[in-house]
């Protein structure tokens, strides 16, 4: 077993409000790792720092072996850990193609931009036949899978995905889940997964952290959480 | 009085003048339609920077008495790269502050863009005042731009019309940049950078793109296009003095609106279409205040009409932009 991503102690916020009081969570390689916990907690805070958008406060957050707590943003995506953020964050004006282009600017991601664009167009049919077309003008359920594709396109060793399934029918839930759990089966991705469907979540997780008033309050491997009676009943409402 | 002259001859001299002088005035917005259009930068120093650098070619082509690297065809190239550097300047001392670390502009940013850039073009237009050796008004010869292996007449008479050649030369010129501008902005992935940093500057660095790079290159190609089309002005005008920053910044403006926000093509056509309407109205009644006056009420007529442009449809046909293959 290995850790890709570790984080200590994590302390973050906005302005002078203190948001998170020192989080600590570790993915494994090739895993997917959930998030979980209810509204305001903290969990984009968390994947906010982690990608460098928000400065950490103190704490440490190691990638790959490597201090990255102090790196900006893009040096950090450029390393390969890549966020989809929570409200997706597309360029509305530029194509579908435009936005997944940008993606593939980096080193890592230049070099196989064919080849990932070819798998993403294999998760996502649509999006093939929508190359042209304005990201704002897609769909709800398309501009997710929009992001999801551009965070793939960036050829992430970790993909950080905040809350993919926001606002989605269920069952377009459950194939954006089918289209994760295929991403660690096929491709050995490492997912960060932050997810309001906790069924979907539990169903594709293989460790769970959850969060409560920016700590993190219990954690397990996720068969060992589903036996947590006060888990179940809090967020699967068993 | 005012006679109306309405002739043939007139029609006809009024657009060829038209479009010869719309292709220069509309390269001069071409800087603006960027930075304002797409960046969302409302850039009030935008014409203070076109006639310093005209002021500065005058300057220089006077005092070197009309050296070739100081005429206008030569030195709108190195006046432009000049003006790359000097965009930099622009960004960290003007914009840095205001939007470097905006996400999406908003209305918001917009205005204290709009705050800091009047301050920065005041200044600008301060400095010809206070450098020694300056004088506030320049002459160049009207074959400034024709000066190279120039033979025979200065002018030439076309359909009945008699045409300074070195304005032909301008405005060949002037569409010459704008090509280089529409091809940057349209084929090259900075111009992709560009058009994406407006829309969101934070998801740019989660692809791995160091957006205040590209905020910097924004206003990097600006200030270059607004210099180079400076020196196409003075080549064009023959003369300029600081105050004409007041005819040439609400021209730029009623251009770009008129062209669609940030459409380097509409933005091109806009001024030619301008360019027409003010050289036909001055033909039609001999006075530059009427012909001015017509340009504004032309822009009220558009902005109602067609508040997105009257031209952006152009760039969206011919424009392919990035696609696959
Ligand atoms: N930009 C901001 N400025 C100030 N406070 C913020 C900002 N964004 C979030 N917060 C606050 O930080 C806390 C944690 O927010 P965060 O978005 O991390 O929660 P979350 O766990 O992702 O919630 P949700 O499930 O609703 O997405 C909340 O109390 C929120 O009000
Ligand atoms: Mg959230």
């Not at chain 1, 931009?113 to 769909?139: D, I, W, Y």
């Not at chain 2, 800087?31 to 014409?47: C, D, P, S, Y």
């Not at chain 2, 918001?108 to 004088?135: C, D, Q, R, W």
């Not at chain 2, 660095?205 to 190609?221: E, F």
């Amino acid at each position: 077993m290995s850790i890709l991503l570790g984080v200590e102690n994590l302390v973050s916020g906005y302005g002078e409000t203190e948001v998170l009081h020192g989080v600590s969570l570790k993915v494994e390689r090739g895993t997917i790792t959930t998030l979980l916990g209810s509204n305001g907690v903290g969990k984009t805070t968390t994947l906010w720092t982690i990608s460098g958008i928000l400065k950490a406060w103190s704490g440490k957050i190691k990638f790959n072996d490597e201090e990255v707590t102090m790196l900006p943003a893009h040096h950090r995506a450029e390393k390969g850990l890549i966020l989809v953020p929570e409200g997706r964050r597309l360029w509305p004006q530029l194509t579908v193609y435009e936005n997944l282009y940008l993606a593939s600017f980096t080193r890592r991601a230049r070099e196989k931009f064919e080849e990932n664009l070819e798998k993403v167009f294999n998760l996502f049919p649509r999006l093939k036949e929508r190359l042209n077309q304005q990201a704002g003008t897609l769909s709800g359920g398309e501009q997710q899978m929009l992001a999801i594709a551009r965070g793939l396109v960036s050829n992430p060793e970790i993909l950080m995905m905040d809350e993919p399934s926001l606002g989605l029918a269920p069952k377009l839930v459950q194939d954006i889940g089918r289209v994760i759990k295929r991403l660690r089966d096929e491709e050995g991705l490492t997912v960060l997964l932050v997810e309001q469907s906790v069924q979907m979540a539990v169903s594709i997780g293989d460790y769970g952290y959850v969060m409560e008033n920016g700590r993190i309050v219990l954690e397990g491997a996720i068969d060992e959480l589903m036996e947590n009676s006060k888990f179940k009943q809090a967020y699967l409402g068993m | 009085m005012l006679e109306l002259a309405l002739t043939g001859g007139a029609i006809t001299k009024g657009i060829i003048m038209g479009l010869i002088y719309g292709s220069v005035i509309g390269s001069v917005a071409i800087g603006l339609t960027i930075i304002w259009g797409v960046m969302k930068v409302v850039n009030l120093a935008h014409g203070h920077i076109v006639v310093f650098a005209a002021m500065m070619s005058a300057f220089l082509y006077l005092t070197y008495k009309g050296a070739l690297l100081f005429t206008p065809p030569i030195a709108f190239i190195w006046i432009g790269l000049l003006g790359a550097a000097f965009g930099v300047f622009f960004y960290y001392t003007t914009l840095h502050p205001v939007i470097g670390h905006v996400d999406t502009m908003t209305l918001k940013y917009e205005m204290s863009s709009l705050m800091a850039t009047f301050g920065f073009g005041i200044a600008l237009y301060g400095i010809h005042y206070i450098l020694p050796n300056y004088v506030h008004s320049y002459s160049v010869n009207p074959s400034i731009g024709y000066s190279i292996g120039a033979a025979g007449h200065t002018y030439i008479v076309f359909l009945g019309v008699v045409i300074m050649k070195s304005t032909v030369l301008m405005s060949v010129l002037g569409f010459l940049l704008t090509l280089v501008a529409y091809w940057l902005m349209n084929k090259t992935s900075m111009g992709l950078k560009i058009r994406a940093v407006a829309q969101d500057a934070r998801a740019l660095s989660l692809v791995g793109i160091n957006p205040v790079k590209v905020k910097v290159m924004t206003a990097v190609l600006a200030t270059a296009l607004a210099m180079a089309s400076g020196v196409l002005f003075l080549g064009y005008s023959t003369s300029v003095y600081p105050d004409i920053e007041s005819t040439v910044s609400p021209l730029c403006f009623v251009i770009v609106v008129l062209g669609g926000l940030g459409s380097v093509l509409g933005t091109y056509f806009g001024g030619l279409f301008l360019g027409v309407m003010y050289w036909l109205t001055l033909e039609l009644t001999g006075q530059q205040s009427i012909a001015l006056a017509v340009a504004f009420a032309i822009l009220l007529i558009a902005m109602v009409l067609k508040p997105d442009g009257v031209f952006s449809g152009i760039e969206r046909k011919l424009s392919f932009r990035a696609k696959r293959g």
